[in-house]
């Protein structure tokens, strides 16, 4: 019998161009053109297991010092999750040594959101070059050097979640790389996006092999505090792979994640993250902005996202028909984090 295992949350990235809430009922193509504009929050919602509140909206920002303006304060949006992109393995061990240059920038950067009173969401990313698989930055690192990276994220753990004088800011949650199931493209080698994808694998993407450095680093994970949560890096989700179009062969990432040995821990991960990139029109319904049916870039990037529910709905009912395939329990009351 496959072991069963609780995904806790999946968190919806919704990249949106301002602070605004969007109401996520599914809603059936057919006949969203004729739904009214409907601007209900669901902030408020009860959205945890045990039945306590947490704000599920969060922002991604530049520069945390600005986060006193949307941290709930009055006529603020009530955030509670800020995501920081992020801790760069690259430049905290440039070398091959067990000394790592931990950034004061980074640590100003945790204490500001801390302050701010929010729950911090830390993507680490960024292959130094004497680990890398490929001559990207973006992309994994070299199988020989996966316990280096595992050794890497315990030392991070236990740093991040207890930091030196005089900070006073803790880091629960890490979130292993930023779009992991991108592709490596010329002249974006360091970009923030990730580059594990492998085109060549039409079946599982490479999610595969991220599956296994996801193995090797949970129990160390675990180890160097057991309340940290590993995130599965933010999935760009780019189309729906029942459509045959060889591109959205990437959303098979995450099933390749799932091929790993099921041991103890297994999937060796606490949460799914994944980007919605709903289009926002203020005259637009938010279902209308959730099922891009006419413009051109919905019928490019994201087609028959439709069919399943919508951009952030239809890519979350295709997560959890996955999951079902692996006997993993989904969580009925989903929270939504959105920046």
């Known amino acids: 019998m496959k072991i069963q295992k609780l995904i806790n949350l999946v968190i919806v990235v919704v990249l949106l161009s301002g602070f605004t809430s969007v109401d996520l009922t599914m809603a059936n193509q057919s006949y969203w053109n004729s739904l009214p504009i409907n601007n209900d929050s669901i902030m408020d919602e009860i959205n945890t297991l045990d039945g306590s509140y947490v704000p599920s909206f969060g922002v991604e920002v530049k520069d945390t010092s600005t986060l006193n303006l949307v941290d709930g304060g009055a006529v603020e949006p009530n955030n509670h999750w800020v995501r920081i992109n992020g801790l760069l393995w690259s430049d905290a061990q440039p070398d091959n040594a067990p000394i790592y240059n931990w950034s004061t920038a980074l640590d100003e950067q945790l204490q500001d959101a801390y302050d701010a009173g929010m729950e911090i969401i830390l993507i680490v990313r960024s292959t130094p070059d004497w680990a890398r698989l490929h001559n990207y930055y973006c992309g994994p690192m070299d199988p020989p050097f996966i316990d280096e990276f595992t050794d890497f994220m315990f030392d991070a753990v236990r740093r991040y979640s207890d930091p030196p004088d005089p900070y006073t800011f803790t880091v629960k949650y890490f979130e292993i790389w930023n779009e992991p199931d991108d592709i490596p493209q010329a002249g974006l080698e360091e970009n923030v996006h990730g580059c594990w994808g492998v085109e060549n694998d039409s079946e599982f993407w490479g999610g595969t092999y991220y599956g296994e450095v996801l193995k090797a680093v949970y129990p160390e994970v675990k180890l160097a505090n057991p309340e940290a949560q590993i995130v599965v890096g933010g999935l760009l989700l780019p189309c729906d792979p029942a459509t045959g179009v060889d591109y959205c ?65 239809g890519k979350l009912n295709f997560l959890n028909s996955v999951m079902l395939d692996y006997d993993l329990g989904f969580n009925d009351l989903v929270q939504r984090v959105r920046w």
């Not at 799932?258 to 637009?284: I, N, R, S």
């Open 249 to 313: 062969n990437m959303s098979h990432f995450f099933e390749g994640i799932l091929q790993t040995e099921q041991g103890v821990g297994w999937p060796y991960f606490d949460y799914v993250a994944y980007h919605g990139y709903p289009f926002y029109d203020p005259d637009l319904s938010a279902v209308q902005q959730e099922t891009p049916n006419a413009p051109v870039e919905g019928e490019l990037y994201w087609p028959e996202w439709n069919n399943r529910g919508g951009l952030v709905e």
